[in-house]
């Protein structure tokens, strides 16, 4: 039985931040971002927009197009939780009016959450083909002013309807992985934003990736010959690069510098423009993919999934006849098209106005997307539809 993504559809806020305008107030030369690192703007959420928002806008497309009772669980993927106990998914589930017989839970580790859910639910739906899972992977990225990390930030969530006969790619049985205890990227419980000690999550990343990759060769007896398509977590989407090079070495391949650039290419086009969404990074990759590249019939994907930490997977899937007949292309270029440009003083204002740790606040209308919070009265959060 072939189980897998059925839909896919992404959502990212009203706001963007471009590094030309940050490079200028930070007195830097605009190409360390440009080409530096391979960003050219990032997504900002104001403070009526966070992780349940941002899901309810990725997942709505998705439900309308089914019976949104038959819907079994939601496995809700996130390292910016809004609590500490209640799952983020149990507002998304109210706000998406999803049935009372479903099970709603928050996973987490750093990036690699959205990898974790989207296996979890393959295998909840090999073991009960009747299950309809939603997994969504959301996350609003944010470092300290003035650090390293501050030009990588962004916002973004990813919606998954995982179930039997998908019509858009069959995840393979067979995956590689690697869990390490380290210190490169974290958010201590008392912290709004993420500490990284930033080279040194690169170097983990790529060390990661290796174990992975040879794990992932071992177990699924796959070559890298045998995959056409590479999607990767992309904290930035140069990372991404620096990579695909590295598995085309370590898999000893000889092939040109442009192929190997054109075999990620596609994944990175809305990453370079959103920033990162630390657990829906891959999956906004998976549908720059899907959205930038036509044929992808029958082709086989590479995913790899990285989470700070660390735990990372190689997997891979097969995109199914058909499948571009049920993209949802337009709704994310749109969004990507409409939002609103930023002055550093307004992102600013944005960026201190997040922080949300008081007992009562009543929000002020920030974007006119479909869901905002409205406010926090009694340490409790209220959300609202708006249209
Ligand atoms: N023109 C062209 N290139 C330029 C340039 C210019 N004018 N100026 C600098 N560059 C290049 C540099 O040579 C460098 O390239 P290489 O990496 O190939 O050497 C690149 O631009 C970046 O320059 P710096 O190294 O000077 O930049 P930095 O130290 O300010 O920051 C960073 C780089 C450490 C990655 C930083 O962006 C960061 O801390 N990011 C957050 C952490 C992160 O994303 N880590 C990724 C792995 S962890 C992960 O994946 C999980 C996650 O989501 C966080």
Redesign the pocket.
């Known amino acids: 039985m072939k189980v897998g993504i059925d839909l896919i559809h992404f959502a990212t806020s009203d706001f963007y931040l471009g590094l030309d305008v940050f490079a200028t107030e930070k007195n830097?030369?605009?190409?360390?971002?440009?080409?530096?690192?391979g960003q050219e703007k990032m997504s900002i959420a104001p403070p009526d927009e966070d992780i349940v928002t941002l899901s309810a806008k990725a997942a709505e497309p998705i439900l309308a197009q089914m019976n949104r009772q038959m819907i079994s669980a939601v496995f809700f993927a996130t390292e910016s939780g809004v609590d500490q106990s209640k799952s983020a998914g149990a507002f998304v589930h109210s706000l998406l009016a999803l049935p009372n017989r479903c099970r709603v839970i928050e996973l987490k580790h750093?990036?690699y959450a959205g990898a974790a859910a989207l296996q979890m639910a393959v295998n909840a739906v090999k073991a009960n083909p009747n299950e309809q899972i939603l997994v969504i992977a959301a996350d609003i990225?944010r470092?300290d002013l003035d650090?390293?990390?501050e030009?990588?930030q962004g916002c973004g969530a990813v919606a998954m309807l995982i179930k039997a006969d998908p019509r858009i790619v069959a995840i393979e049985p067979g995956s590689g992985y690697h869990t390490e205890d380290v210190m490169?990227?974290w958010r201590p419980n008392h912290r709004e934003t993420?500490l990284?000690d930033?080279?040194y999550?690169?170097k983990?990343?790529l060390n990661s990736l290796k174990a992975a990759w040879q794990h992932f060769t071992e177990v699924s007896g796959r070559s890298f010959e045998d995959i056409q398509q590479f999607c990767y977590?992309?904290?930035?989407t140069?990372?991404a690069e620096?990579a695909h090079r590295q598995l085309v070495k370590l898999a000893q391949v000889e092939q040109d510098e442009s192929v190997t650039l054109a075999q990620i290419a596609p994944s990175q086009q809305y990453n370079r423009v959103v920033g990162?969404s630390?657990s829906a990074?891959l999956f906004v990759g998976f549908c720059s993919l899907l959205d930038h590249q036509s044929h992808l019939d029958n082709q086989r994907v590479g995913f790899f999934s990285?989470?700070?930490g660390c735990v990372a997977e190689f997997f891979t899937g097969i995109i199914q006849t058909g499948y571009q007949a049920v993209l949802m292309t337009a709704s994310h270029l749109q969004q990507i098209r409409e939002r609103t440009p930023l002055t550093y003083a307004q992102y600013l204002e944005l960026y201190h106005g997040s922080a949300l740790t008081q007992a009562d606040v009543t929000l002020p209308v920030y974007h006119s997307g479909p869901y905002r919070l409205v406010g926090i009265h009694e340490h409790k959060r209220h959300y609202a539809k708006t249209s």
């Open positions: 830097q030369d605009f190409d360390k971002y440009l080409i530096g690192i750093a990036c990225a470092y650090t390293s990390g030009a990588t490169d990227f993420a990284v930033g080279k999550s690169t983990v990343y977590h992309i904290p930035f140069k990372m620096k990162n630390y990074s990285y989470g700070s």
